[in-house]
């Protein structure tokens, strides 16, 4: 697993966060270690961060993102990455806000994990 993300939903709202390379909002993320093969130490640490808890998540699924020849600046593994989604019913602590997934303005549809949510 090269990436976690966490996913708090409310009906059809999602919680973000900005994206520290490029401020677009997106699920809260933390980079897997790479000791952490199947993400879940990694997620428990993230879930710790946004709400202040770790129990009761669940894996909701992973995006395999396949890249032969990496452009520079590529930071995942190659040939094949996998990006990782966990659910959970807690109530966010960290900043951030609530988008509605079909929000056109946040284009949260081209996301690697929108089709897992959705």
Not at 45 to 57: P, S, Y
Request: proline share 6%; with cysteine.
């Amino acid at each position: 697993m090269a990436v976690v993300r966490l996913l708090l939903r409310d009906s059809d709202r999602v919680f973000c966060v900005p994206r520290q390379e490029t401020g677009r909002l997106d699920l809260p993320m933390l980079e897997a270690a790479r000791d952490d093969l199947d993400g879940t130490v990694t997620v428990r640490e993230l879930a710790q961060r946004i709400t202040g808890e770790h129990t009761g998540m669940h894996f909701i699924g992973a995006v395999r993102n396949v890249v032969e020849a990496p452009a520079d600046g590529y930071d995942w593994p190659v040939p094949v990455a996998h990006f990782g989604v966990w659910a959970s019913d807690a109530t966010p602590k960290a900043h951030g806000m609530w988008v509605r997934l079909d929000d056109d303005e946040h284009q949260l549809r081209d996301r690697h994990w929108y089709p897992l949510v959705n």
